[in-house]
């Protein structure tokens, strides 16, 4: 079956997704992302039932010189189907992957306060409600509790719910629901019902918003069992990653960051979703190892910069599946540098950064020349004031001197 | 009360085939809210009472039930399917005793006995579709709804054979095939799943278009639970999108030790519906055909898209909260009072004294469950414990979600996986 291929300059949201699945991707992109190379690892990882990896190379730009590798659905000589891209905000990546799902699967829906009418409160769902009804795009009360429970219980007989809390700090008042519920009934009733829901939001540190709306759920919600959580950093994984998670069988926590909304970038025309449980290579590096997620992917960007021009060369990890977290990549570049640098938003006391740690040392302990430093927010209610907040969260300065007091 | 609820279709009792009803097209209307008008001097006057409002109506069913004395509500066929299911109820629920007392089951029991006529009551005119959410005191709602005695007797020895693979126990019953959605130990935890339900079935309806999706909910939790968060949030929600739902309250009036007047402000709770824009009722919890007469119109309302409804029934437990509770707080006088309002004797009462049956007849049918129950204990006893390799099947739906191992593979491909012994 053909994907359509429309003109250049159109968006082609073609229907057969599935052989646009790129989960054993490794791939690296600047954030402009004007030259895209993208390389995959052809052998065959696992067993039998290992992770597909397909040759598709469905969202490269061939560096010049090198031909594409086509999707067997392209008509050969249309090489430059991979050229069609098109600038799209954080946000609107968002909304672009919600409203494909929302297109392919009619029981997928969209539930949270101000979702519809409103579009969102950071305008993810703007339009939906317009396009699908007020059903689809259900404007709920203000009940976190109910009706995330409410989207759970859609879920457990036959609907596909994406739950919005409209701030993550708001789903603490879910969080009844999300841990007995959305993580253990699959569990409980002996595998006889499942929950694919996708709880979103934004969470994280902005600018000034006080305490109680710059929380960081990543670190309460790691411990329920069953339950997957992923992290967007980029309009292009929170595409991918929006798409994974609305497809997945599993209760996915997609946390969002709200200083990330209005991130440019230029992302496929065509369809694609990302592994749910895969890390990214940001920037591939020989020292040291430096993992991280959401927004503080940009504050080690920028570190590096700083570290290139020191002459040390950073390997920039966005870990984004904060649960699982992908052992494989993380592995394999601690093996590679011997050295580990954990930058994370989350508090210090239980976050994932303690996590992360407390695996890495598991598994990777003999490979490991220094001890793990773990960069994290101080364990501080969030102050409103400027200055104490930058305070309290992980500024470029204090990632440079890390990797410089760990590669000494 | 003298506004009757429905007053028209209460009268007269609805025919035999409510089962099989006709899909009705129910139209969106363009407004997804509440319909109801702001009436700006409505502070002024003195709260109006629930039968005046417009919207709503209370009232309570023993006076209409009373009026159809002419009729009989059952036939003798019903008759003996109701008696059936609360015989069930009730020696079932004995033998957990016992063989909690034998230490053959552990943890947290809460049993039934008492409140038969509830669960009989509404859960035999459901259909297969129709979900039943409940909370902790779930063995009879499970049964009732279809669930095998073995497979929830099982289910309560923690044996691979039960109901949930012996991964839930005793206050996590769940059925998918006849849509048991649990058995939820926190209070109030299930009736938003409930509410979910309810939606789904909206849901179906107008936007999938699925024909036959006209699947009623019944959402089962207790007196306690009125004064939960969730319980309000979920009635909201419930009336204002209209969602086929109904809020049955088995009001026994105890939650463990705390007595319903001691935590409630205004202890009747069928009164707190009209607030919501929703009918609230009051039965008789231990008349199972008074129950069965209000479940049939709130059911019925349910299904054609009418909206949700809030049945309260005065109901009571014979034993104590749960196994381990010597339930010593509760007035002798109270629990003699109901013992002789027992619902079993008083359904046997009623059929023989309308020579529906005769006394053969229904020791036939104990004799039945007796052998069912012992069946029920036999399998389970019979039945393997959950091997290791169980323990790490059904965490995820999908088993990628335990992520990838540092060699690069899934955990669930793992050998080690299969066998429940990996580390994941």
Redesign the interface.
């Known amino acids: 079956m053909a994907a359509t291929i429309q003109g250049i300059g159109a968006t082609a949201y073609s229907v057969n997704s599935d052989r646009f699945q790129l989960p054993s991707l490794r791939s690296f992109s600047e954030s402009k992302g004007r030259f895209f190379a993208l390389r995959s690892e052809g052998k065959v ?3 039998s ?3 597909n990896v397909s040759p598709l190379v469905t969202n490269a730009v061939a560096a010049k010189g090198e031909s594409a590798t086509a999707s067997t659905s392209a008509k050969p000589g249309f090489n430059v189907l991979f050229l069609l891209r098109h600038e799209v905000l954080l946000f609107e990546a968002l909304r672009e992957g919600l409203d494909e799902e929302m297109m392919r699967d ?2 997928v ?1 969209v539930m949270g306060e101000d979702v519809g009418h409103y579009g969102g409160s950071y305008k993810v769902t703007k339009g939906l409600a317009e396009k699908y ?4 795009v259900l404007d ?2 203000i ?1 976190e ?15 596909r719910p994406v739950i919005e809390g409209m701030n993550m700090g708001f789903l603490l008042l879910a969080f ?2 999300i841990s ?2 959305c993580g253990m ?12 829901v996708v709880i979103r939001g934004p969470g994280g540190v902005g600018r000034q918003l006080g305490a109680e709306h710059s929380q960081r759920l990543e670190s309460y919600f790691q411990s329920i ?2 339950i ?1 959580m992923v992290a967007c950093s980029t309009p292009y994984n929170a595409k991918g990653l929006m798409k994974a998670a609305i497809r ?3 209760p996915v926590i997609l946390f969002e960051h709200v200083l990330l909304y209005n991130l440019k970038e230029r992302i496929p025309d065509e369809e694609y979703v990302l592994s ?3 890390a990214e290579m940001v920037r591939p590096g020989e020292h040291v190892t430096i993992l991280t997620y959401s927004r503080m992917r940009y504050h080690v960007m920028q570190a590096a910069k700083t570290l290139v021009n020191k002459g040390y060369d950073p390997e920039v990890i966005d870990i984004r ?1 904060l ?7 993380i ?1 394999n570049s601690v093996k590679k540098t011997h050295r580990v640098l954990i930058v994370e938003e989350c508090m210090r006391t239980g976050g994932i950064g303690a996590s992360l740690t407390a695996a890495i040392t598991e ?2 302990h003999d490979y490991l020349d220094a001890p793990i430093v773990c960069l994290s927010s101080q364990d501080v209610p969030t102050p409103y004031a400027g200055t104490l907040e930058e305070w309290t969260v992980v500024q470029p300065a204090q990632i440079v001197t890390a990797v410089e007091q760990l590669c000494k | 009360m003298s506004c009757a609820f429905s007053a028209v279709t209460m009268a007269q009792p609805n025919p035999l085939t409510t089962n099989r009803l006709s899909t009705y097209a129910i139209k969106l209307p363009p407004f997804l809210g509440s319909t109801r008008k702001l009436r700006p001097h409505s502070l002024s006057k003195s709260l109006p009472s629930p039968s005046k409002s417009l919207r709503s109506s209370t009232s309570s069913v023993s006076d209409v039930v009373k009026e159809l004395k002419s009729n009989l509500l059952i036939t003798k066929e019903e008759g003996l399917e109701l008696y059936e299911d609360m015989i069930l109820g009730r020696a079932f629920e004995d033998m957990c005793a016992q063989m909690y007392y034998r230490g053959k089951m552990f943890g947290f029991v809460h049993l039934y006995n008492g409140q038969e006529a509830v669960s009989t009551g509404f859960i035999k005119l459901l259909k297969k579709d129709d979900c039943v959410v409940s909370t902790y005191r779930d063995h009879v709602h499970a049964l009732s709804k279809g669930v095998t005695a073995r497979a929830v007797m099982s289910e309560l020895f923690g044996k691979t054979t039960g109901c949930c693979r012996g991964q839930g126990g005793s206050m996590h019953m769940f059925d998918k095939e006849h849509n048991v959605l649990g058995g939820f130990a926190f209070i109030g935890e299930g009736i938003p799943v409930a509410t979910g339900a309810a939606f789904t079935s909206l849901y179906k309806r107008n936007v999938l278009k699925e024909a036959g999706g006209n699947t009623v909910t019944l959402a089962f939790f207790g007196d306690g639970t009125c004064n939960n968060g969730q319980f309000y949030e979920c009635l909201n929600m419930a009336a204002l999108w209209k969602l086929p739902i109904v809020f049955v309250v088995e009001n026994n009036l105890w939650a463990i030790g705390m007595s319903h007047l001691r935590a409630t402000s205004d202890p009747e709770i069928w009164k707190k519906a009209p607030a919501f824009g929703m009918p609230g009722v009051h039965v008789d919890g231990m008349d199972v055909l008074k129950v069965r007469e209000v479940a049939k119109e709130s059911i019925l309302r349910a299904r054609r898209g009418e909206g949700p409804t809030l049945v309260e029934c005065e109901t009571y437990r014979f034993r104590g909260h749960s196994l381990a509770d010597p339930d010593e707080l509760r007035d002798p006088a109270e629990k003699a009072h109901y013992a002789k309002r027992d619902p079993i004797a008083a359904m046997k009462k009623y059929m023989i004294e309308n020579k529906l049956v005769n006394e053969s007849e229904l020791k036939a049918i104990e004799k039945k469950i007796d052998e069912v129950v012992e069946d029920a204990v036999e399998f389970a006893d019979e039945s393997p414990l959950p091997p290791r390799s169980q323990l790490l099947g059904n965490v995820f739906a999908d088993p990628k979600g335990f992520g990838i191992a540092p060699d690069g593979t899934y955990r669930c491909e793992d050998p080690k996986f299969t066998q429940g012994t990996a580390h994941v």
Do not use: V, W
Not at chain 1, 133 to 136: F, K, Y
Not at chain 1, 145 to 157: H, V, Y
């Open positions: 990882i696992g067993g039932r290992g992770r009619p029981s829906c009804g007020d059903l689809r709920t009360p009940a509790n109910s009706f995330t429970g409410m989207g759970i219980g859609a879920a457990m007989t036959g609907l009844n629901q007995n519920n009934l699959h569990y409980t009733s002996g595998g006889q019902f499942k929950i694919p069992p069953g997957q997945c069988e599993n749910l449980e895969e599946s649960k699982p977290f992908d052992l494989y990549t592995g598994n990777f």
